[in-house]
């Protein structure tokens, strides 16, 4: 089965988030199993430097509207999952984030740049194809290649069957009127069936309306967004498609997330040697400048400083956690105002609790094995990543129960199959009590030794979900 898996970043060398990691992982997964994959992705500045050998395989050319002639470039991931790059250097050749300006607002000609992605991507399912290899599915990610389902309905002729994956609800893609011209598509797309949403053209909604499969990715998310509590104006049209929507939840890579072989750690560790976990903590604290103190728990996040992370929940609980006492260390980067409230903290309990804003790989890691505790009190969390680098690395997870934290995390409660804290309201109140419990906890080192071995024996491989979504192709 010939499959085209179109993403707007790709792990390691452009992501924002979790879209990155799953594409950056999934294609291999899903190769293994015996599918003919292929990953097609934009031609950032990073891709061409890592590729400065992709070569010229096709330009697709009269793609409609404003849609410029791209060149598509073909070279080969490490992995042997073969890529195939959008190069189009007035939409593309931009640094930084894929999606922001310099001045952190959304570029203005979103709407062409991942309206060429999708449109390219469904020439690839298309007759118009003139490359000898021609895709049977396109799964879409997000709204970035939502209109990719749009192109394939509204085209002429055979074409590919479509997959949309719901990585998070909350970015949709929306633009104005004009750019249904712009983008190529025909006036009757302009419908509530079709790609019109409010007024707004919506790459989010095309995509749900029109694909012939939806996944998010988790079952949790799967049944929350279908709620009008949490569907964010989407949940009438998911239930009306709820007999093609399914969740399917994310795996990790677990050769990059491997306590016994991570080339960050100060020391490596697994399951039976849990003892040399304490050395990471010792030298994640001597490193953030933290006090030196093994009878203190590390509480520790990696995370966007955003409100949908709750990191203004933990920010309220904060100096009542440090007089547990604890310790409090946090990497991650959002609003300017979480960002300095949270910088203002460290500054006036210094040893105590650190935050670096910004992002660094190799201290994402050593977080993961040094600290006790890893803290995720989301509002929402379609998936989440971190919970389950934290239960491999043997640091149970505090998370709030909403979707893929709570069909990741088992409550310590469950003393057969607990392997962390789960809490129910998105309150400070409600997280401050889960804290208390798992400080507790960490205090009896018989039941937390318990909790963290159950952790790390929980399968987080893709291997599950790539045969979930083999079925799911052979029935699209």
Same mark, same amino acid.
């Given at each position: 089965?010939?499959?085209?898996?179109?993403?707007?970043?790709?792990?390691?060398?452009?992501?924002?988030?979790?879209?990155?990691?799953?594409?950056?992982?999934?294609?291999?997964?899903?190769?293994?199993?015996?599918?003919?994959?292929?990953?097609?992705?934009?031609?950032?500045?990073?891709?061409?430097?890592?590729?400065?050998?992709?070569?010229?395989?096709?330009?697709?050319?009269?793609?409609?509207?404003?849609?410029?002639?791209?060149?598509?470039?073909?070279?080969?991931?490490?992995?042997?999952?073969?890529?195939?790059?959008?190069?189009?250097?007035?939409?593309?050749?931009?640094?930084?984030?894929?999606?922001?300006?310099?001045?952190?607002?959304?570029?203005?000609?979103?709407?062409?740049?991942?309206?060429?992605?999708?449109?390219?991507?469904?020439?690839?399912?298309?007759?118009?194809?003139?490359?000898?290899?021609?895709?049977?599915?396109?799964?879409?990610?997000?709204?970035?290649?939502?209109?990719?389902?749009?192109?394939?309905?509204?085209?002429?002729?055979?074409?590919? &069957?479509? /997959?949309?994956? !719901?990585?998070?609800? =909350?970015? *949709?893609? #929306?633009?104005?009127? $004009?750019? @249904?011209?712009? %983008? +190529?598509?025909?006036?009757?797309?302009?419908?509530?069936?079709?790609?019109?949403?409010?007024?707004?053209?919506?790459?989010?909604?095309?995509?749900?309306?029109?694909?012939?499969?939806?996944?998010?990715?988790?079952?949790?998310?799967?049944?929350?967004?279908?709620?009008?509590?949490?569907?964010?104006?989407?949940?009438?049209?998911?239930?009306?498609?709820?007999?093609?929507?399914?969740?399917?939840?994310?795996?990790?890579?677990?050769?990059?997330?491997?306590?016994?072989?991570?080339?960050?750690?100060?020391?490596?560790?697994?399951?039976?040697?849990?003892?040399?976990?304490?050395?990471?903590?010792?030298?994640?604290?001597?490193?953030?400048?933290?006090?030196?103190?093994?009878?203190?728990?590390?509480?520790?996040?990696?995370?966007?400083?955003?409100?949908? &992370?709750? /990191?203004?929940? !933990?920010?309220?609980? =904060?100096? *009542?956690? #440090?007089?547990?006492? $604890?310790? @409090?260390?946090? %990497? +991650?980067?959002?609003?300017?105002?979480?960002?300095?409230?949270?910088?203002?903290?460290?500054?006036?309990?210094?040893?105590?609790?650190?935050?670096?804003?910004?992002?660094?790989?190799?201290?994402?890691?050593?977080?993961?094995?040094?600290?006790?505790?890893?803290?995720?009190?989301?509002?929402?969390?379609?998936?989440?990543?971190?919970?389950?680098?934290?239960?491999?690395?043997?640091?149970?997870?505090?998370?709030?129960?909403?979707?893929?934290?709570?069909?990741?995390?088992?409550?310590?409660?469950?003393?057969?199959?607990?392997?962390?804290?789960?809490?129910?309201?998105?309150?400070?109140?409600?997280?401050?009590?889960?804290?208390?419990?798992?400080?507790?906890?960490?205090?009896?080192?018989?039941?937390?030794?318990?909790?963290?071995?159950?952790?790390?024996?929980?399968?987080?491989?893709?291997?599950?979900? =790539?045969? *979930?979504?083999?079925?799911?192709?052979?029935?699209?």
């Amino acid at each position: 089965m010939k499959v085209l898996f179109a993403t707007s970043e790709l792990s390691p060398w452009v992501k924002t988030g979790g879209l990155g990691e799953v594409a950056g992982t999934l294609p291999a997964a899903l190769r293994a199993l015996g599918l003919d994959v292929r990953v097609l992705v934009p031609a950032y500045p990073e891709m061409l430097r890592s590729f400065p050998h992709a070569e010229e395989i096709a330009r697709p050319h009269g793609l409609g509207g404003l849609l410029p002639t791209p060149t598509l470039r073909q070279a080969l991931a490490p992995d042997g999952t073969p890529l195939l790059l959008v190069d189009y250097p007035p939409y593309f050749n931009r640094p930084g984030n894929p999606y922001l300006g310099p001045e952190g607002r959304d570029w203005l000609d979103n709407h062409l740049r991942f309206g060429l992605l999708s449109r390219v991507a469904a020439w690839l399912g298309s007759d118009a194809n003139t490359l000898a290899w021609q895709a049977e599915i396109i799964h879409c990610n997000d709204w970035q290649t939502g209109l990719a389902p749009a192109y394939l309905r509204y085209l002429p002729g055979p074409r590919a &069957k479509s /997959l949309f994956t !719901l990585h998070n609800l =909350a970015f *949709q893609g #929306l633009f104005d009127h $004009a750019s @249904l011209f712009e %983008l +190529g598509l025909p006036d009757g797309a302009w419908h509530l069936d079709g790609v019109e949403y409010y007024g707004f053209l919506s790459f989010l909604k095309a995509g749900l309306q029109l694909a012939d499969a939806i996944t998010t990715v988790s079952p949790s998310y799967a049944r929350e967004i279908q709620t009008d509590a949490e569907g964010m104006g989407l949940a009438g049209l998911l239930r009306h498609r709820s007999e093609r929507l399914s969740g399917i939840l994310n795996g990790i890579d677990t050769q990059a997330w491997n306590p016994a072989t991570d080339p960050h750690l100060f020391r490596n560790y697994s399951a039976r040697n849990l003892d040399a976990k304490a050395d990471n903590k010792t030298g994640l604290q001597r490193q953030l400048g933290l006090q030196q103190r093994t009878d203190l728990p590390l509480l520790a996040v990696v995370s966007r400083l955003t409100e949908q &992370k709750g /990191l203004d929940l !933990l920010l309220e609980v =904060a100096p *009542q956690v #440090l007089k547990l006492p $604890a310790q @409090l260390a946090v %990497l +991650g980067t959002g609003t300017l105002a979480l960002e300095q409230a949270w910088a203002a903290l460290a500054q006036r309990h210094g040893g105590q609790c650190t935050v670096t804003v910004g992002f660094n790989e190799e201290l994402a890691h050593r977080i993961e094995a040094g600290a006790d505790i890893f803290v995720m009190p989301s509002r929402f969390e379609p998936c989440g990543l971190n919970q389950m680098y934290s239960l491999r690395y043997g640091t149970p997870p505090v998370v709030r129960a909403t979707g893929g934290l709570a069909d990741t995390v088992i409550d310590a409660a469950d003393q057969k199959h607990g392997n962390g804290f789960v809490f129910g309201p998105a309150t400070a109140d409600a997280l401050l009590q889960a804290l208390q419990r798992a400080t507790a906890a960490w205090r009896d080192p018989v039941r937390w030794r318990a909790l963290q071995k159950r952790g790390m024996a929980r399968d987080s491989s893709w291997a599950e979900a =790539a045969r *979930q979504y083999v079925a799911l192709y052979q029935r699209v």
